[in-house]
């Protein structure tokens, strides 16, 4: 039974998926000569690979925050989808030579019907359990989840494509078809390799975190404003499935610490509520000390 609340059991589950669907595609393309359904197969070597390092990411990230790592270990999920689109890229080129050869010789196709059925089933776990992924992904901010999903997600369209052409060639004999779908297949996987390399990229350089987050804590801190209070030097960030926000809070220079230091904690308090799983960093400052203005450059609220 998959634990909502842990992001490896997923991990788990796309493990097993792609045991299952390896085991189907390559029958299939053993069945048929196929090598539309063979690139099909090794894209889900591929997903095997990636699932593996993402349970192990996941489980790396989970770790509490220690001495050498005061800010947790949760971007070692970037290590995860980095990995997967290099793994993806390599993938690509793997079919393209395959593809190439057997485009300027192509073999007749046998046991067409089998074949198709046992990659029609590899399709379906596929979807469903991306579907499950994307959603626990999602809910539980999961970058690994969500790239695995997509990857997945990436794979059911590559099917759908190899099994329609390969029933072309079914119905008109045209085997050329059937080495033009795999490179076919190379060229999409390439463009979703790409497509994960950016997004990892983008985490590991401290990349804002979204803007409709964003506005829920500009909201909760305009409705601090009403009362004199007043705020600059708003900076956020994504690290995995924890988000890191920073803001300078201006306060009249009369007010007590006890005071300021209350206020801040309800502030960060309301953050924390609005968005779980955030690192709240607050620093007080007296509005009516020029000084204090001297990193307004940084983002404002």
């Known amino acids: 039974m998959i634990d909502q609340k842990s992001p490896r059991s997923y991990a788990l589950l796309s493990i097993a998926a792609a045991v299952a669907t390896i085991a189907l595609k390559f029958v299939a393309y053993k069945l048929t000569g196929s090598v539309g359904l063979l690139s099909d197969a090794l894209e889900s070597g591929i997903n095997l690979v990636a699932a593996v390092v993402a ?28 990995l997967e689109s290099i793994l993806i890229l390599l993938a690509a080129v793997g079919i393209a030579i395959a593809a190439w050869g057997r485009l300027f010789n192509p073999q007749p196709l046998e046991q067409v019907n089998i074949g198709l059925v046992l990659s029609l089933a590899a399709t379906a776990i596929n979807g469903a359990v991306a579907w499950i992924l994307l959603k626990a992904g999602r809910r539980l901010r999961s970058i690994t989840l969500k790239a695995d999903a997509h990857h997945l997600l990436t794979d059911v369209w590559t099917s759908f494509g190899v099994i329609i052409g390969i029933f072309i060639v079914k119905l008109t004999g045209l085997l050329i078809l059937d080495p033009i779908i795999a490179l076919l297949v190379a060229v999409n996987i390439v463009w979703a390799g790409f497509k994960l390399l950016k997004e990892t990229g983008s985490g590991l350089l ?26 600059h030097a708003l900076r956020t960030r994504v690290a995995g499935s924890r988000r890191f926000i920073m803001f300078h809070v201006l306060v009249p220079g009369e007010w007590t610490v006890l005071q300021g230091h209350t206020l801040c904690e309800e502030i960060e308090l309301a953050i924390i509520k609005a968005l779980p799983e955030s690192f709240v960093i607050s620093h007080l400052e007296p509005k009516d000390d020029p000084s204090a203005w001297a990193d307004v450059n940084l983002e404002r609220v």
Do not use: M, V
């Not at 990411?57 to 971007?75: I, N, V, Y």
């Not at 506005?215 to 909760?220: G, M, R, W």
């Open 55 to 82: 349970f192990w990411a996941l489980s790396f990230a989970a770790k509490p925050p220690d001495e050498e790592h005061a800010f947790g270990h949760t971007k070692a999920e970037y290590f995860s989808s980095g």
């Open 206 to 231: 401290d990349s804002s975190i979204p803007k409709e987050e964003r506005k829920i804590i500009t909201n909760i801190l305009a409705s601090y404003e009403e009362r004199g209070i007043l705020f």
